[in-house]
């Protein structure tokens, strides 16, 4: 029998889930009603007889509703309408990454019934479901991924068109890719919540997004592509999970990726997302697609609604290591771009500063210099501790040479 | 409880999918029983007190399996043991894509339970339970792929280091990434079957591996790279399954592919598999991994296994599109590489055919020529119907300056 399906949210992603629901699977399932913010606005994605109410609870308490999908998005309301709907045992499906990682324990230990929350993380890939079926059992050392199309679009503008950040966050902005605020895009907050929750995923350990290290890309400037071309690399902002022998490192940061790796992130561009998975017994598997966008994340509610209409679920999250430790320190190759006014003894003195915070220097990048009062060059290390990173960084930040603070990010391998 | 699992075949996938569910999925099932060849046989992964037997009946007849898996491959016992296992109304795990291909709706028509095939294409990517959970629904307008790792291991090796085909194959034999005889992989058939799967999985269009047209890599050389580099690509063998209006065009070529495009089929190298999916809600959509070995294949099998035990599985196959029409006559755009004498006279040659041949000419791409009574040049088209591009190289192939039948491969858009 069809089940019978909520929606809290009448938006863009909401109306797609409708639709497709309607149109595709009314013989596995019937949309009982839909909560929206403003009972008046005109929905041209609703058929007639759409029961439209404007109290989430009309939607969640009522007794028919089996399957709650919640399209609000926040993490107040939508947290009271999520929380209740899981205290009455109810199915949900929810897209709400930043509700899922900021109350991950809470949310696992209300579920009674299935959760679904394939579209929470990289809207149109199938990460969740890959991590929950595909690896279950597997021993995955990394999860890392290109998880934001804003940024994403940007990176591989400035990448392309060699324009700096500011006209490039312009032009993402007449687009419609970013927002008037782009905070939470550019600074890696959004990537933070993902990363997350794909940690808890792949490792089973609860990742508290405060607790992450977090750079965006709002400090990268044209000469940074410069030179990671010199490397034979580009630039792209990934969110990081790894594990190293028993300690656990959960990371955003900006990365120096090269042309070669295999995961095939410096040729996703625009809002691509990718992410890629390295485990013991399926080695490196990556995944590609839309990150966002309306169609894309009401497949990915439609195909968790699908899979508790079949009772095709499986548990939403492995059970924690507990011989995982979570460590903020973790170890990388960096790549430091200094802003230098030019004069004698800057190599030597970088060498001191390197030496004195025990960083080993792979190499110094020097583009012919143009402009002798104004030029950049990048230091880049060997795999040494973030610490130890940004102890150095500090360091030159206060030599006489440098113009502003160096610009580090991460060097993938 | 834990659920009784038959597995039948003890060779490498064999005893990689026993290790793994003994060793971390033992409360979930239990190995009842293995069937090999050779009871005298020394297994390192068998534990004390696996039950082996040899004959697959005593595993499939075992009242107490409920799940059997079918990993000893071939099509003739295979078929009596997966047939058999379904009539009994078993679960049944396979990793058979030659079996399935050629008898996919025998097995349909019998399987009144579960049915797993994860690991029949692209071993360790779970690009079936994509097709079937993600992407339930929604219209895919194409599902293309790089699915055979013996062959892009071959082409990205003459990628990188300009060597021709028969030094490859060599060291791919070598390796022990081709076989002594390499015919399934590199005449195509092996993505034949793959691709006759993903049609099905894609469309529900049950194809004939009979019916596909095929053509391998062994006529590639060397110079086909230098001209494919002129053209910013590569080339890749693609199995593709594509829906033109109502027609359903499903093939096996190496296509010349863009570094650019989306689905980052070009940055694919040594044995890496890759399977783009385009639909209307989803966009391009990529999943790239290992294709085979023993623990990725194992994987895709345990996955299956899981979702068995859980309950979790859902349709194998869509309902096919009564609409569509299956034709082997598809348009593309082509490469035509000629190995010619030069002569006077050769592009209005070229040019007459094709125009008789309605194909339309994109580009004639000539390098600087060393060796005038040994020169190759090509020919690009634009989108023509293959049959017509066909046509145009066997009237290329009679003229009197060609040295051999021109080289047709596919290009990419």
Chains 1, 2 share one sequence.
Not at 130 to 147: F, K
Not at 180 to 201: C, N, Q, Y
Not at 252 to 257: G, I, K
Request: net charge negative.
């Amino acid at each position: 029998m069809a089940k019978k399906i909520g929606i809290v949210g009448g938006g863009v992603v909401g109306g797609g889930v409708y639709e497709i629901l309607t149109s595709k699977f009314p013989h596995v399932c019937t949309v009982q009603s839909v909560a929206v913010r403003d009972l008046s606005k005109p929905r041209a994605w609703a058929s007639a007889g759409t029961k439209f109410v404007d109290r989430w609870e009309a939607v969640v308490e009522d007794p028919e509703v089996e399957v709650v999908v919640e399209v609000m998005g926040g993490t107040t309301t939508a947290k009271e309408c999520v929380f209740r709907a899981l205290e009455l045992g109810k199915a949900v499906v929810t897209a709400n990454k930043a509700l899922l990682a900021e109350y991950t324990d809470e949310v696992v230990g209300k579920a009674k019934g299935p959760l679904g929350f394939e579209a929470a993380v990289c809207g149109g890939i199938p990460i969740i479901a890959t991590l929950q079926q595909h690896l279950a059992g597997d021993e995955i050392s990394s999860v890392s991924g290109i998880m934001n199309g804003t940024t994403n679009f940007m990176l591989s503008k400035m990448e392309s068109s060699n324009v700096d950040y500011g006209d490039v966050l312009k032009e993402a902005q007449e687009l419609g890719f970013a927002e008037a605020d782009p905070t939470a895009d550019v600074e890696g907050h959004d990537v933070r919540a993902k990363i997350a929750l794909l940690a808890k995923l792949a490792f089973g350990t609860t990742v508290s997004v405060e607790a992450i290290p977090t750079l965006g890309i709002s400090r990268i400037q044209a000469v940074d592509f410069d030179y990671a071309k010199l490397l034979g690399a580009t630039i792209r902002l990934l969110g990081t999970a790894r594990k190293d022998g028993e300690s656990l490192s959960v990371y955003v940061a900006p990365h120096v990726v090269p042309a070669t790796h295999p995961a095939g992130f410096a040729s996703a561009t625009g809002p691509t997302n990718v992410v890629s998975i390295d485990s013991k017994q399926l080695g490196v598997a990556s995944l590609r697609g839309a990150g966002a966008g309306r169609y894309p994340t009401a497949r990915s509610i439609v195909a968790d609604v699908l899979r508790v209409c079949a009772g095709a679920t499986v548990p939403p999250f492995p059970d924690p290591n507990p011989n995982l430790t979570l460590t903020s320190d973790y170890a990388s190759r960096f790549y430091v771009r200094v802003i230098a006014a030019d004069q004698l003894g800057i190599v030597k003195a970088i060498g001191e500063m390197a030496e004195r915070n025990v960083v080993s220097i792979n190499a110094i990048l020097q583009n012919p210099i143009t402009d002798p009062t104004n030029m950049a060059f990048v230091v880049t290390t060997d795999a040494v501790k973030h610490s130890a990173v940004q102890a150095f960084a500090a360091d030159v930040a206060s030599a006489p040479f440098a113009l502003s603070p160096p610009l580090v990010l991460n060097i993938l391998d």
